[in-house]
């Protein structure tokens, strides 16, 4: 790294950063400084840097935790320092981001989480910074995560979603969105963020016709899931490089992702299954692989829309061997003969279901984005009715929960368009539990605290004429 000071006295004897703090500091900047993404970014450094083990465990409890914690650390340490985080060097901010998560967060002995981070901030400025960081994380130290939330949240009595949000380290919005989905049992709202916070496990796919849930769990040391036919739980681990990823006999792919494929492939419709099925929204293909080998097995072809390079060619490389034709279009003009009997529309979203999974992704999103993603859906899932056939079925999905992402798209369509709603909830078995309070009446909402899985939403909707 390019040093940003030049050269002081003294400077070389301090001891920099061990590797596994190395990792987590340059993962947290270039998240900062290049909108990277940390579940991508941290596992090539960690292979590029050959730290594993106990190492790159810790790397990754330290850049996962600081990215989902930013909120609650960054008022912190704005107490402790005296002055908005805004006010504090970039670089500067990421070490004692990182410095306050070992305090707070983690079972690292104050004086070697002081220590470490004052040491790097006087290599990478000089030794008055060092001073700073040094007073910022002592006073840190003053109290447990407990008393600075005591001290620094909305009161729960007055403003309990609020103060649950500054806890449990959310986006207030997000919180709020999540206790209006959540309806009647908002009460679960501390259970659901708590989850958020929690690191999941990797979910594979097995792939039909190829793999049994049982022959892989037998290959991986896995657990079959809990409700997907097809899926195998691992604790963690770098899916990749097992054997059955890299044949293609497997996905990594999140249960309920999985289920939102089957469910398209069990739907009702009318009259016989002429074998057109299409993907609207395909990229980078997991559920497009799915719903192609289940295809296979009956006959069906699939046809994917995605329009980005990039994903485009994911879909390619994950549906590699199967009988998918994939295009380059927008799936909002695709070009495409209508009939189709079975379209998913698995639309784009804000993400808010997947942020046990991507940890940054709460502190990047924003209210204003919603009323551009909205406008998308809708006309994603009006040209998907249109190219369905009469009788067929339409399955509306996103990872997320927020209202206006799924209700409104749905009641919407079903307000507009010349289809009736399916019960979804009959498609998703044997999962119980799949109401939400605020979703389109027989709808799907899978939740992390309740099914272990991405906060999927699904609606089935059959065209009528």
């Not at 900062?32 to 596992?43: H, T, V």
């Not at 799907?444 to 009528?464: C, E, I, N």
Request: hydrophobic share 45%; glycine share 10%.
């Amino acid at each position: 790294m390019n040093d940003r000071r030049p050269p002081r006295r003294g400077r070389s004897a301090r001891r920099p950063l061990d590797p596994a703090r190395r990792a987590a500091f340059d993962v947290l900047r270039a998240v900062s400084e290049r909108d990277a993404y940390a579940n991508l970014a941290l596992p090539a450094l960690l292979a590029e840097r050959g730290i594993t083990g106990r190492d790159a465990a810790f790397a990754t409890e330290l850049t996962y935790g600081t990215c989902r914690s930013r909120g609650l650390l960054d008022a912190v340490i704005a107490a402790a320092a005296n002055r908005p985080v805004e006010r504090i060097d970039p670089v500067l901010l990421e070490l004692l981001r990182l410095g306050a998560y070992q305090l707070l967060r983690t079972r690292v002995e104050p004086h070697a989480a002081v220590s470490t981070t004052v040491e790097q901030a006087g290599i990478e400025f000089d030794s008055a910074r060092a001073g700073f960081v040094n007073g910022v994380l002592r006073t840190i130290t003053a109290k447990d995560e407990a008393g600075w939330v005591a001290e620094l949240a909305p009161a729960a009595t007055t403003d309990p979603i609020g103060h649950l949000a500054f806890a449990q380290s959310h986006p207030r919005w997000i919180a709020q969105a999540f206790s209006d989905a959540l309806g009647a049992r908002a009460g679960e709202l501390e259970a659901l963020l708590v989850s958020d916070n929690q690191r999941p496990g990797v979910h594979l796919a097995a792939r039909p016709g190829v793999l049994t849930a049982a022959e892989l769990a037998a290959a991986v040391d896995g657990e079959i899931g809990s409700y997907s036919p097809y899926a195998v739980h691992l604790p963690g681990g770098d899916p990749g490089a097992l054997a059955p990823i890299r044949d293609g006999q497997a996905l990594v792919q999140d249960e309920g992702s999985q289920l939102v494929a089957r469910a398209l492939t069990l739907a009702p419709i009318d009259g016989p299954d002429q074998g057109r099925w299409l993907d609207l929204c395909a990229g980078p293909g997991g559920k497009t692989a799915l719903l192609a080998a289940l295809a296979a097995q009956r006959g069906a072809a699939v046809t994917a829309v995605e329009p980005a390079p990039r994903r485009a060619e994911l879909v390619e490389q994950n549906t590699r061997g199967l009988d998918v034709e994939v295009l380059r279009v927008d799936g909002r003009d695709p070009g495409l003969q209508p009939g189709f009997d079975r379209v998913l529309v698995d639309a784009p979203c804000t993400g808010l279901g997947a942020l046990r999974r991507r940890p940054e992704a709460r502190w990047r999103r924003q209210p204003n984005d919603i009323p551009e993603l909205t406008k998308l859906q809708r006309e994603l899932l009006a040209s998907a009715i249109a190219l369905t056939r009469p009788g067929g079925v339409v399955l509306y999905a996103t990872c997320s929960p927020h209202l206006a992402e799924t209700a409104g798209i749905v009641a919407d369509a079903l307000r507009r368009q010349p289809v009736v709603g399916l019960d979804t909830r009959e498609l998703f078995a044997p999962v119980q539990d799949l109401d939400a309070g605020g979703a389109a009446a027989g709808a799907v909402q899978l939740w992390p605290h309740r099914h272990g899985t991405d906060a999927m939403f699904a609606a089935a909707l059959r065209r009528t004429e």
